[in-house]
């Protein structure tokens, strides 16, 4: 697979795939204006790897991202397109990139749409990705567009529900999104300063990293207790369930749900939407292709596709730790 482009890049497409994220809007703009600026043509996709099967696009100019950079979701609207995992998906966008002659596409979004970029990109299809998703889960990139103002309802959420469950002494279980990923949930667990926290990346015993935490929280004159679900661990109605049953304190359980895949992106969302569309358009004009940008740290770089697909992002354990510490 080609990591350079064997022709100048004149006329790319941009798109957002997968679950929305907040701060989609201020990465399409970048791209668009640095595409402006670079005098690169720019056609903006709708509905993903949907809107490209069906050539669902149009020419986009500064003009056209005006006043969407405080705005979530995406204007280009998103999509879970299946037939985009088939072969003959893959083939029919290729022929879609042809007709409407492509010479590269900017595809902004998570895992799976990475996972579609990189089966164009195998079969000549030019392409550069920007990771978007609430989940910060992509292995290459510190940060994922999204994830702040993700974490930043949860917190906000959780500020409120501790109110109520502190006047109420009861025990609140607070479902988060993250897919199989522990990101949102730890973190908001630090930033929230919930009891208990629970992620899909380490098991856990409901007797004592539960019952027996709340417990111990209960005899030290606490009179509010937070459990942080993520949703890669599932089942929280019953456990708020069995655990109400096991101690007798009244639980409650809350799934926060798609509240935390809107609202106005947070400046750090905005800036690293700016800053990562700017270097994908930045390493088209200079021919690199097949590339995911990466943040690394404060920096953004590029990473082979390829790679960057390979490569795992484990929990910190120093934040596990500290979380452990903190806590109760
Ligand atoms: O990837 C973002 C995300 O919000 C995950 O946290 C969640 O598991 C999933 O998308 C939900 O997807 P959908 O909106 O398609 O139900």
Known sequence: MDSVANKEIKRIGVLTSGGDAPGMNAAIRAVVRAC???????YGIRRGYRGLLDGDMFEMNARSVSDIIYRGGTILQTARCHSFREHEGIVKGKKMTEIFQL????????DGSFKGALELAREGVPVIGIPGTIDNDIGCSDYTIGFDTAMNTVRDAIDKIKDTASSHERCSFVEVMGRNAGYIALNCSIAG????????EKPYSLEVDVVRRIIACRNRGKHHYVVIVAEGVGGTLELAQQVKDITGIETTATILGHIQRGGSPTVKDRVMAGKMGVKAVLALKNGEINKIVAAQGEKCVTIDI????????????DMLLANDILNV
Not at 103 to 110: C, E, F, M, N, R
Not at 193 to 200: F, I, R, T
Not at 308 to 316: G, H, P, R, W
């Open 36 to 42: 402006t600026y670079y005098g690169i043509q720019v």
């Open 193 to 200: 300063g919930a009891e208990v926290c629970l992620v899909p």
């Open 103 to 110: 010479d590269a596409l900017v595809v902004i979004g998570g």
């Open 306 to 317: 390829e790679e960057a697909l390979q490569m795992k992002k484990e929990l910190d354990e």
